[in-house]
């Protein structure tokens, strides 16, 4: 029998230390009570974002596989503490993470990250190597300028306009470039959505100061790709219009051991468009 979960019976808390303070985290966490392996998996930067909402289509296939699951919701977001962040924000998330890890007892951990969980993922490998076991970097691993695609792209622009007035208009306008097949898309995803970022208008506040204070929140880290020793998996929707596809490229040229596989007809948001696909590749990888 599938074991099923919610997020209210998942839903957890921990004290982190960050700088000369703490940050009381939300995290959600999916343990068979068996585990052998632990899989972290990071959301993205959009509002209303969180790890329950971005991966709720992911959890219960990898418990079924024996995996524990562990659902970070990064300073910012959700019900963890929100933060200006005036620095790198895939830094900063990689500090919390290392915090959450060490606080659980975890020595080491696979990591699942989407777009800025994806670029935070990369930031923990490099900081944070013998902590690594493999990574899935799916629409994010990297910042830095499309060769080929003009940047802020129109998917960005759309995020940071609907940080600065949450409409419903403007959620949808942003969910229909965020995934290449709308249709799957409903009202009451739409509702559930507003009522997360309405709820927190803190992190919606405090994302257009950190992006005031630093526009660049995810630092390039194409220099330094060569460090990462990890098995890596880097999944991408081709038809991304957040994160070009051509970034996939340049995490795939610069990191050793690491892999493609790209999504026809799929956005930014491979683990949900194409969520039965995506957990047997993902299972795949993580078994060999
Ligand atoms: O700007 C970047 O490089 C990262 C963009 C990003 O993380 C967007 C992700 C959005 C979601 O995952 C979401 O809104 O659910």
Redesign the pocket.
Known sequence: MVQTFTEAETSRFARIREGEGELNIHYNDCDPGSARETVVML???????SGW??FNRNIEPLVAAGYRVILLDCPGWSKSDSIVCNGSRSNLNARVLAGLTEALGLARVHILG????G?SAVAFALDHPERVGKLVLM??GT?GASPFVPMPTE??KL?NGLYRDPTIENLKA?MNV?VFDPSDLTEDLFQTRLDNMLKRRDHLENFVKSLAANPK??PDFGPRLGEIAAPTLVIWGRNDR??PMDASLRLLAGIPNSELHVFNNCG??AQWEHWQAFNALVLQFLSR
């Open positions: 959301h993205g930067s959009g509002p209303g974002a909402a971005n989407n777009s800025m969980g670029h629409g994010g910042g998917g960005i995020l942003m965020f929140q995810f957040f994160v930014h948001w």
